[in-house]
């Protein structure tokens, strides 16, 4: 009996074929790419004068040296820059983590390019640390609604309502507050209409078994109805004393908030700011590091081989859903006792349906 030899020069080569969802995903991001690079390159012949960046704040502890680029060519860059990026996602060239840091690249250099043909030939510099602090703190409750709709989704249930839990927990947020002067009674407040709001989703997405994207817009016209009909008929005539909540004031950590450019931005933030950081880290430590979170993944996935496993899949829907209540409650708060104390009519203003694109681009 003999047996078939290869020979030492002989490669074996196999190839990799690429899924059709992943041929979609990576010529979809090529082609924003290539787009945003061409806008930015003709915005770049349109830019005239030169552009003044400053590091650091004016009541910064540590003033940093301001500079000023040359606003035609900086521009110009970025939009190569980005190209590049775009024709390598639709060339196919590049791998997975290659592609990365190809997006990484081209996310910055938009960046960079828009804000450099905004302030280019203008007198006054563009005050990078205030303008990171303010991005910081405006997506917040971005941060946690996607949270929210993370844990929803991983098991198994779509969450179209966060506007909704939003609204809710905005306008609840505000009322305790103005009636109790406490940030955090108004902070429990806002977590529970969240939670409730979230029941409210389970109850008819996993007992009835309900069209989800249908309930989805359901709760959140059921949401601004309700909110907007208490505020017209009873919060907004008692304004004084039922939309004059107090405002969450940023808590500077020691020692870290002197820290140049870095401090100002992530140190000296407001509670809110603080927690959905630390959510980031928490969501991902259940979802990938305990029993529960493999247990969440595979109600999602595979609700039937959870099943003959003995998992409960209502039951684990159930936390996932009521803990992403729990997001998007802090999320919701965040507009009115985070901002500016008072509720307004659909004072979210969309946040929810940008928070659940954020997590759909983010898989």
């Not at 933030?269 to 980031?280: E, F, H, K, R, W």
Request: positive net charge; aromatic residues 8%; hydrophobic residues 55%.
């Amino acid at each position: 009996m003999s047996t078939a030899t290869i020979a030492p020069d002989e490669v074996i080569r196999l190839d990799h074929t690429e899924s059709r969802e992943a041929r979609r995903a990576r010529l979809s991001s090529g082609g924003l790419m290539t787009a945003m690079g061409l806008v930015l390159l003709g915005l770049a012949f349109q830019t005239r004068g030169d552009a003044q960046f400053a590091l650091s704040g004016y009541f910064d502890a540590v003033e940093l040296p301001s500079f000023t680029v040359p606003g035609m060519i900086t521009v110009l860059l970025s939009a190569i820059a980005t190209i590049a990026a775009g024709v390598g996602f639709l060339t196919g060239r590049l791998n997975p983590r290659l592609r990365t840091g190809a997006a990484t690249v081209a996310g910055i250099a938009v960046m960079v390019g828009l804000v450099t043909w905004a302030v280019s030939g203008s007198s006054l510099p563009f005050q990078v640390s205030n303008q990171l602090a303010g991005t910081i703190a405006l997506a917040t409750p971005l941060v946690l609604g996607s949270l929210g709709g993370v844990l929803c989704e991983n098991s198994g249930v779509v969450n179209v309502a966060i506007e909704g839990q939003f609204l809710v927990a905005a306008f609840t947020a505000a009322t305790v507050g103005s009636v109790t002067k406490s940030i955090p009674m108004a902070l429990v407040a806002a977590v529970i209409a969240g939670v409730l709001m979230a029941a409210m989703l389970a109850v008819f997405a996993i007992r009835y078994i309900v069209d989800q994207v249908v309930l989805g817009v359901v709760l959140n016209l059921f949401a601004s109805g309700l909110t907007g009909f208490i505020f017209d008929q009873l919060v907004q005539p008692n304004s004084s004393t039922l939309n004059n909540a107090p405002i969450m004031r940023a808590i500077p950590i020691p020692g870290l908030s002197a820290i140049p450019l870095l401090g100002p931005v992530l140190f000296n933030q407001t509670i809110l700011v603080y927690l959905a950081i630390l959510s980031v880290f928490v969501v991902t430590f259940l979802l990938y590091r305990t029993r529960w979170g493999l247990r969440v993944r595979s109600v999602g996935e595979h609700p039937e081989a959870a099943d003959t496993v003995g998992i409960s899949v209502r039951a684990v829907r159930w936390q996932a859903v009521l803990l992403g209540g729990l997001f998007a409650g802090l999320g919701g708060a965040f507009f009115t006792i985070g901002s500016t104390g008072a509720f307004n009519k659909d004072i979210t203003v969309g946040n929810g349906f940008i928070a659940l694109a954020a997590l759909i681009m983010g898989r």
